[in-house]
């Protein structure tokens, strides 16, 4: 399977956003108020032309289809106040769709990721998560992941412990 990705259709992504994330609040594991997945939401001077749509290539003569979505932003004073800009790239509200699930999206996720990181100068990539979710924070960690810290936050309205993560490269 081949990837390919966008980040110029923020309609498409916000709508593989929801629909993952009505996906973990009916199995019971909410990880976003699914109303709060807005563009208005997410969009901002900080996450401009940072929403990708990742599109996966079948090889089979199908189509390509939406299969991911996540945020690559180069500056992040809500999450990140104390890291300067450009200094790493930070990743937010992936979502791998459910039909893709299992097929190491997340891999070549980071491998792009990785790569728009080098192509700016870029040594590291950083992410957080609920610290309630310790097969999510393990799933990081064995893809690279190193764990820093972690600290109350709030999006949204919701409240959470939120773990730090690292990547450098």
């Not at 699930?101 to 070549?108: I, M, S």
Request: with cysteine.
């Amino acid at each position: 399977m081949h990837f390919f990705f966008r980040n110029d259709q923020p309609d498409l992504a916000i709508t593989i956003l929801r629909e993952v994330g009505q996906w973990l609040v009916d199995t019971d594991r909410e990880l976003w108020i699914v109303d709060g997945l807005t563009l208005e939401n997410l969009i901002d001077d900080f996450t401009r032309n940072g929403l990708y749509v990742m599109y996966a290539d079948r090889n089979d003569g199908s189509a390509p289809e939406p299969a991911a979505v996540f945020i690559l932003q180069w500056e992040d004073p809500l999450y990140w106040p104390g890291v300067p800009a450009n200094t790493s790239g930070f990743i937010h509200k992936l979502a791998i769709r459910r039909a893709y699930g299992g097929q190491n999206l997340f891999g070549a996720i980071i491998d792009f990721c990785r790569n728009q990181c080098q192509e700016k100068g870029v040594h590291s990539i950083q992410l957080e998560t609920d610290a309630e979710r310790p097969k999510l924070m393990q799933f990081y960690e064995r893809h690279g992941f190193r764990p820093t810290y972690q600290r109350p936050m709030q999006e949204f309205g919701k409240s959470f412990t939120c773990q730090y993560y690292i990547m450098e490269f």
